[in-house]
């Protein structure tokens, strides 16, 4: 398994310091994949999931609720102030990560899509080979292919063309992409209209029907990056 904390540790780090270059009021920019969050608001709720788990809390750290919550009690802060508090949980997060690994991967997989989010509304480069993304993007095959199974009974392939093999073409429906294609599709960062577009062995309705959204609907529109 990847060492996930020294991974989750630099892509913060990252994410921070190309935040904190930036003039003062691109904290305050919206985020168009994150409907009514500023920047600011973003790393609010990734410090926010990092406060909740060093303070115990083990479930419901995705829902709407928690996310609205964790930007709530955050909203009159700085970016510095929201980044210092964030920066402030490494060690007790570096405990839990050799604690729970499985949770380990599941904040690097967040973090890398709200990264992309910020670096996508702030007019930013994106580095779709970069830190993280093959982890975050394995991290969400496994949990599509289970809610593929579980609430359509089929299998799915997922061949990550950058990381993976071929698949033996056994499975029901077949996706191939790469993982950063594969990670803004299934975070619902892209239009159905160019999911559908990827490659796919199979007809993928049912799927996007029922199975895929993770992270809301579907943007109406096009999104280019």
């Not at 991974?7 to 920019?29: C, F, G, K, T, V």
């Not at 992309?116 to 702030?122: G, I, P, R, S, Y």
């Not at 580095?127 to 975050?136: E, H, M």
Request: one cysteine or more; a negative charge.
């Amino acid at each position: 398994m990847t060492d996930t904390w020294p991974l989750y540790r630099d892509i913060r780090d990252s994410l921070l310091d190309e935040l904190e270059a930036l003039p003062a009021d691109s904290a305050d920019m919206m985020v168009p994949m994150c409907p009514e969050w500023r920047v600011v608001d973003v790393v609010s709720h990734v410090c926010g999931l990092n406060a909740d788990l060093v303070g115990g809390m083990r479930s419901g750290l995705g829902s709407e609720e928690s996310t609205a919550r964790q930007v709530a009690e955050r909203v009159n802060r700085t970016l510095a102030e929201v980044a210092a508090e964030w920066r402030s949980y490494s060690e007790a997060i570096e405990a839990l990560y050799a604690e729970i690994p499985a949770m380990g991967l599941a904040l690097v997989a967040d973090l890398v899509m709200h990264v992309h989010d910020v670096q996508h509304a702030l007019g930013l480069e994106i580095d779709p080979t970069g830190p993280g993304v093959d982890v975050a993007a394995t991290r969400y095959v496994d949990v599509l292919k289970s809610q593929v199974s579980e609430r359509l009974g089929l299998e799915l392939d997922i061949n990550l063309t950058d990381v993976e093999p071929s698949a033996d073409g056994s499975a029901d429906l077949r996706l191939d992409a790469t993982s950063y294609d594969f990670l803004r599709s299934i975070g619902t960062r892209r239009s159905r209209r160019q999911v559908e577009a990827l490659d796919w062995t199979g007809d993928p309705t049912a799927v996007l029907d029922e199975a895929w959204c993770v992270y809301g609907e579907f943007p109406t529109e096009d999104v280019s990056a």
